[in-house]
């Protein structure tokens, strides 16, 4: 089977419990959850049984060893996941927004994350790898993106391939370079992935439909637009495929696209058509927000098996 690598932050990311919510305040929090958007994608791949490993770095600390023991009982192959002595793994603080948007401050650059780089234990991982998923978030820093740059590179050279997913940030991406950095990723994309608001960051089209046609003709050769609970949408030049979303009761929508993305890429990389790799993805994607945190939204291909079947049952 193909293996896919991810390379990017890794943290704990700790929760508001209420809408609404300030940090700037005491309150009733939730986690540590260990988190980081490269981190839950390459978690759920393993969790469906795909080879997929990380490239990252923690402190040498309680929350990099949650990370790496949680991403490790997942089937996710931690080799290069960098553990760094004097230096705190990575956080996220998190605050939901009335407007069911977040909020997020984020100690990435400064954090053990920021060290992230292209060492021997990498470049041994991306050596066995056919697959690299970049993170829009992951190209927090030059270096960062360097080191996203250089696995592309790596595993194109043999005839790999690459997806992307936009997974913008406002709070960790640089604003000096990020706009390059993007524009280089999605240049090399094969399978690009952004949600439906994230497309028109890449377009300057009036509308969807010509957003994704400006994108098709620029050479992308598959978009999917992801949706939220409406579903997701597949293109390319031989047509589209829309799927709609299974319904469930949303209780934190973190980590929802990544476990989409995860998904998908893992089902088109087994050489799926693209109607079933919707189907698990979106699957994966509605599972994920029935669970408060991160990881914890990620769950084993018999579950989400079992999921789509009696879902497909009460049709
Ligand atoms: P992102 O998290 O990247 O912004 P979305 O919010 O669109 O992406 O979520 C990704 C996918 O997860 C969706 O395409 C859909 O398949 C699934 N999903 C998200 N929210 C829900 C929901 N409330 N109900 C069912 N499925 C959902």
Not at 2 to 29: D, H, N, T, W, Y
Not at 154 to 164: D, I, L, Q, W, Y
Not at 296 to 305: F, K, T, W
Request: proline share 5%; with cysteine.
């Amino acid at each position: 089977m193909k293996k896919l690598v991810s390379a990017g932050e890794i943290l704990v990311e700790i929760m508001a419990e209420r809408i609404g919510q300030s940090f700037l305040e005491p309150g009733p929090l939730v986690g540590p959850f260990p988190s980081g958007a490269p981190a839950i994608f390459i978690g759920q791949a393993a969790a469906l049984g795909q080879p997929a490993g990380l490239i990252g770095a923690v402190g040498k600390d309680d929350f990099g060893q949650l990370n790496i023991d949680r991403l490790h009982a997942l089937g996710a192959d931690v080799s290069a996941i960098a553990v760094h002595e004097g230096h705190a793994t990575g956080t996220a603080f998190v605050t939901y927004r009335p407007d069911a948007s977040r909020h997020f401050v984020f100690n990435i650059r400064n954090s053990a994350a920021g060290l992230l780089e292209m060492n021997d234990a990498a470049e041994r991982l991306l050596d066995g790898a056919n697959h690299v998923h970049v993170m829009g978030s992951s190209l927090f820093s030059d270096r960062a993106t360097e080191v996203a740059l250089a696995a592309i590179a790596a595993v194109k050279a043999k005839g790999g391939t690459v997806s992307f997913d936009p997974n913008i940030r406002r709070e960790i991406m640089q604003a000096s370079g990020m706009r390059q950095a993007l524009d280089q990723v999605l240049a090399e994309t094969d399978v690009f992935l952004p949600s439906d608001n994230e497309l028109f960051l890449f377009s300057s089209a009036g509308d969807e439909p010509s957003a994704v046609a400006d994108l098709l003709n620029r050479g992308i050769p598959c978009i999917v637009l992801k949706k939220g609970a409406d579903g997701a949408a597949y293109h390319d030049r031989q047509g589209t495929v829309a799927m709609p979303g299974f319904a469930v009761e949303e209780i934190d929508p973190t980590g929802a696209g990544d476990c989409f993305g995860a998904a998908f890429v893992s089902f088109w990389l087994r050489g799926a058509a693209p109607a079933e790799a919707l189907r698990v993805a979106n699957a994966c994607g509605a599972l994920a927000v029935t669970r408060k945190g991160p990881i914890e939204g990620i769950h084993r291909l018999a579950d989400v098996e079992a999921f789509i079947a009696k879902a497909e049952m009460l049709a």
